[in-house]
């Protein structure tokens, strides 16, 4: 049974960082592209960054590009997501995901209701 664990969120200050961690079990997280998303109060959930399965590819939407950095740790079976100068706009809950049928981060970061999915992890930013 594949599943996917997000740890490291919290309550950090404006300006603060954080480390996201996305845990597999079932898996090896290396042959699939993983996204990270995020869901603000009120708001629907959206794909913020992906790294790519094979060259390790990343992406990130603008709203975190340059703040935000994707990698994979193989020896942990994990994939991070370092989180720098945060801001009340970055509170949210956090998911990691990936679809099993091997898809690239362009439609991985579309995934809505299926593929694979964590439960999510709390991120608040306080100003």
């Known amino acids: 049974q594949v599943q996917l664990e997000e740890s490291g969120g919290g309550l950090v200050q404006s300006g603060g960082s954080l480390r996201l961690s996305c845990a597999a079990s079932?898996?090896?997280?290396?042959?699939?592209?993983i996204g990270w998303f995020r869901q603000a109060p009120g708001k629907e959930r959206e794909g913020i960054s992906c790294?790519?399965?094979?060259?390790?590819?990343?992406y990130y939407v603008d709203s975190v590009k340059g703040r935000f950095t994707i990698s994979r740790d193989r020896a942990e079976n994990t994939v991070k997501l370092q989180m720098t100068n945060l801001s009340p706009e970055d509170t949210g809950r956090y998911y990691c995901?990936?679809?099993?049928?091997?898809?690239?981060?362009?439609?991985?970061?579309?995934?809505?209701?299926?593929?694979?999915w964590g439960p999510g992890t709390q991120v608040t930013v306080s100003s």
């Open positions: 995901a990936t679809d099993l049928r091997g898809y690239g981060c362009s439609d991985v970061l579309r995934l809505r209701n299926d593929g694979n």
């Open positions: 079932g898996i090896s997280l290396d042959y699939y592209a």
């Open positions: 790294i790519s399965k094979g060259d390790g590819r990343s």
